[in-house]
């Protein structure tokens, strides 16, 4: 990622009661990165649905194994780097539905989608990859 400082790197094992912590740290990287109150808890929300996708989806029916964030800033906003060793997504398959498809809890990637300004993912046996972005302001860092 250029000109980004590396704010965080944590390891931690998919589990789902492994994002509460996760979430507290996410929501002070967005305060200090001076994301407004809203902003921060969206950052959360996005990054938060994101780790929650890895757990339940790459590590499905296999034990729990491990992910890695990076954090970075930004000039204006902030970047991460997940990384999963898990079963990964064929490139051009991770999308949302159409909202008259979804089941329940099937939202994620709409609220991914609509809070980030760019998500790219790169599946790999050596680490399946989401990069996101978010901006303080929309397009800022565009």
């Known amino acids: 990622m250029k000109q980004a400082t590396r704010l965080l790197r944590i390891e931690f094992e998919a589990l789902p009661e492994r994002l509460q912590l996760l979430r507290c740290l996410l929501r002070e990287l967005a305060a200090g990165a001076g994301f407004t109150p809203e902003q921060r808890d969206a950052v959360v929300l996005a990054v938060n649905e994101a780790c929650a ?14 992910v890695v964030l990076e954090a970075y800033a930004l000039e204006a906003g902030l970047a ?3 990384i999963d060793w898990g079963q990964g997504v064929a490139r051009g398959q991770l999308r949302p539905r159409p909202l008259e498809q979804l089941r329940p809890g099937g939202l994620g990637m709409h609220f991914m989608q609509s809070i980030l300004d760019g998500m790219e993912y790169s599946p790999s046996p050596e680490g399946n990859r989401m990069r996101m972005r978010v901006y303080r302001e929309y397009g800022q860092g565009r």
């Open 80 to 82: 991460f780097e997940l």
């Open 53 to 66: 996708n890895v757990i339940q989806h790459a590590y499905a029916g296999r034990d729990p194994g491990p």
